[in-house]
C-alpha cells in the first residue's frame, strides 16, 4: 500500500466507499421486497382464521375437542403446507396444535400483535412463532366463540416452518448467483465510476504536479512563475490551498533566486572593484618604500622625509578600506548585535562635531548644528549611530569645497526624531541616485575615499534598527535624512 501514489489510493477509497453504498443500496430494496412480500401474503391471507374458527366446534362448555382439532389442523397443513394452525385461549396459551413432537418451543403467545391485527393496524404485523423460541412471522388471527362467548384465539402463521426450509433452500442457490452477478456488475460499475472520478477529482492534482514540474527559477520569460491568484473568502479546498500555496512559494523562490543573483554578480563587481581600489594605493605604498630601499644613501633628508609621509598616507588609506571592508563585512553576515539604549541625541552630534572640527577648519567649513529645545532622548546603538553620524559628516567634509558649510538637523516627528544632513557641494549625479546605497553603483570606479563603503555601511546599520536612510531632493548639494524611535517611558 505504501507503494501506491496519492492518486491511486484516492481511487481505491472511492471504489470502496461506492461498493459500500451499492451494498446498502442492495439491503435496502432487498429488506424492501420481503417486507412487501410479507404484506402481501398476509392481506391475501385476511379471513383464514375466521373461515377456520366457523368451519368446526373445536370447543364446547367441557373445554377443547382434541381429536377434532387435529384432525382439522392435518387437513389445512396437508392441504396448504405453508400454513401452521394453533388454538390459543383467552390469554394465548397454546391450547392446540398439530407439531411434530419437539417442534414446539413456547408454550404461549403475546396477544398484543393478535389485538393490533384484530384493530385494522398497518400491515405487516408479525407475531410470535411457537415453533421458534425468539422468531417472528406474518400471521393471521380470529376469535374463537362458544355459546357466545370469545375463549380463545385460532392464531395461522402463514409462512410455516416447511415453507421456510424449502424456501431458503431454493433461495440459497438464487441468492448466491443474484450475489455473484451483482459483485460483478456492481464491481464493473464501481471501476468505470472510480475511473471517471479519479479523472475528474485528481486533474487539478496533476495541472500542479505540471507546474511543479515546469517550475524553472532560471527561466528567461520574466513573466514566470505567473503570480497567485486570490483566495475566494471562506475558500477550503483543500487543492486550491494547495496551489494557491505554491503559487506563492514559486514566486517567492523566484524573487529570492534573482536576489541571489544580483547578490553574486555584486560581489563579482565588489571584489574586482577592491581589487582595483587596493592595487593603486598599495603599488605607491611599494614604490615609495622601495625606492627608500635601493636610494637611502643618495637621498636627502627632506626627500627621505616626503617618501615615508607618502607611505604612510597611501598605508592609511588601505588600513581605512580594510576596516571599512571588515565593518561590512561583520554587518552584512549577522556579527553584530544591537545593544540598545536610551541616549541624547544633541550630545552625540556635538560629540560627533567636535572630532571634525580640526578637519572642517583646515578646509575651511563651517559646522552648523539645528536642534530644537526639548528634544526627547531616542533609543538606539550608540556606537553604531556614533558611526552612521561619522560616516556621513565625512562624506559632507570631503565632498564640500572650501568655505562651504555642513549642517545636521534634528526635530521630532510621528514618535521618531529626524536626522537630516546637508552639504554645500556638488551633490550626487543623478546615474548614481537610484542605486546609491547598493554594493555595485556604491563603489564602482570611484576612489577608495569616495565614501561608496561609508554609505553602504550607514544603509546597513540604520536597516538593523528597521529605519532607512534617504537621499532627498535638493537643489544646493546632498541632503541624507533617517530617523530614530524615541525612548519609551521607563
Not at 394465548?92 to 418451543?105: C, M, N, Q, S
Not at 389485538?115 to 423460541?133: E, M, T, V, W, Y
Not at 536612510?469 to 541624507?480: H, K, P, Q, T
Amino acid at each position: 500500500m505504501n507503494r501506491l501514489t496519492l492518486s491511486q489510493r484516492l481511487t481505491l477509497v472511492f471504489c470502496a466507499l461506492l461498493l459500500i453504498c451499492c451494498g446498502a443500496l442492495a439491503w435496502i430494496q432487498m429488506r424492501g421486497n420481503r417486507m412487501h412480500e410479507q404484506e402481501t401474503v398476509q392481506r391475501l391471507s385476511r379471513g383464514l382464521a375466521e373461515h377456520i374458527a366457523r368451519s368446526g366446534e373445536l370447543m364446547d362448555a367441557r373445554g377443547i375437542r382434541d381429536g377434532e382439532v387435529r384432525a382439522l389442523f392435518g387437513k389445512l397443513m396437508s392441504v396448504n403446507p405453508s400454513v401452521e394452525v394453533y388454538l390459543l385461549d383467552d390469554e394465548g396459551r397454546i391450547l392446540g396444535h398439530d407439531a411434530p413432537e419437539g417442534h414446539l418451543k413456547r408454550d404461549r403467545v403475546d396477544l398484543a400483535p393478535v389485538q393490533a391485527l384484530l384493530n385494522g393496524k398497518k400491515l405487516p404485523i408479525f407475531g410470535d412463532d411457537p415453533r421458534s423460541s425468539s422468531g417472528r412471522k406474518v400471521f393471521n388471527a380470529a376469535p374463537l366463540w362458544v355459546q357466545g362467548r370469545q375463549v380463545g384465539y385460532i392464531y395461522v402463521v402463514l409462512v410455516g416452518e416447511q415453507r421456510e426450509a424449502l424456501a431458503a433452500d431454493i433461495a440459497a442457490n438464487s441468492n448466491l448467483r443474484t450475489t455473484l452477478w451483482s459483485l460483478a456488475i456492481v464491481a464493473v460499475i464501481g471501476l468505470l465510476a472510480g475511473l471517471i472520478a479519479f479523472r475528474w477529482v485528481t486533474r487539478p492534482l496533476r495541472q500542479l504536479t505540471r507546474r511543479i514540474q515546469s517550475f524553472d527559477v532560471d527561466s528567461a520569460d520574466p513573466r514566470l512563475p505567473l503570480p497567485p491568484t486570490p483566495l475566494r473568502a471562506g475558500e477550503r479546498d483543500e487543492l486550491s490551498i494547495l496551489q494557491h500555496s505554491f503559487a506563492h512559494l514559486s514566486q517567492r523562490v523566484s524573487e529570492q533566486w534573482q536576489q541571489l543573483r544580483q547578490q553574486d554578480l555584486q560581489r563579482r563587481e565588489l571584489v574586482a572593484n577592491l581589487s582595483h581600489d587596493l592595487r593603486t594605493p598599495l603599488s605607491s605604498l611599494h614604490g615609495y618604500l622601495e625606492t627608500l630601499a635601493l636610494k637611502d644613501a643618495s637621498l636627502s633628508a627632506e626627500e627621505r622625509q616626503r617618501y615615508l609621509a607618502i607611505a604612510l598616507s597611501q598605508s592609511h588609506k588601505v588600513g581605512r578600506l580594510a576596516q571599512a571592508l571588515f565593518e561590512l563585512a561583520r554587518l552584512e553576515h549577522g556579527g553584530v548585535v544591537l545593544e540598545l539604549q536610551a541616549f541624547s541625541l544633541p550630545d552625540l552630534v556635538q560629540d560627533v562635531f567636535q572630532k571634525f572640527e580640526l578637519a572642517a577648519q583646515s578646509r575651511q567649513q563651517q559646522l552648523d548644528a539645528v536642534i530644537p529645545v526639548g528634544l526627547p532622548p531616542v533609543e538606539a546603538d550608540l556606537g553604531l549611530i556614533e558611526r552612521v553620524l561619522t560616516n556621513l559628516l565625512d562624506n559632507a567634509i570631503r565632498h564640500t569645497p572650501a568655505g562651504g558649510r555642513i549642517t545636521v538637523a534634528l526635530r521630532a516627528l510621528d514618535g521618531d526624531v529626524q536626522v537630516r544632513v546637508s552639504d554645500t557641494g556638488p551633490g550626487i549625479p543623478a546615474a548614481r541616485r537610484d542605486q546609491l546605497f547598493s554594493t555595485l553603483p556604491a563603489l564602482g570606479s570611484q576612489r577608495p575615499d569616495s565614501g561608496g563603503l561609508g554609505l553602504l555601511i550607514v544603509h546597513r546599520i540604520l536597516q538593523l534598527h528597521h529605519r532607512q536612510i534617504r537621499l532627498l531632493d535638493s537643489d544646493d548639494g546632498a541632503v541624507f535624512a533617517f530617523g530614530l524611535p524615541t525612548a519609551r517611558p521607563r
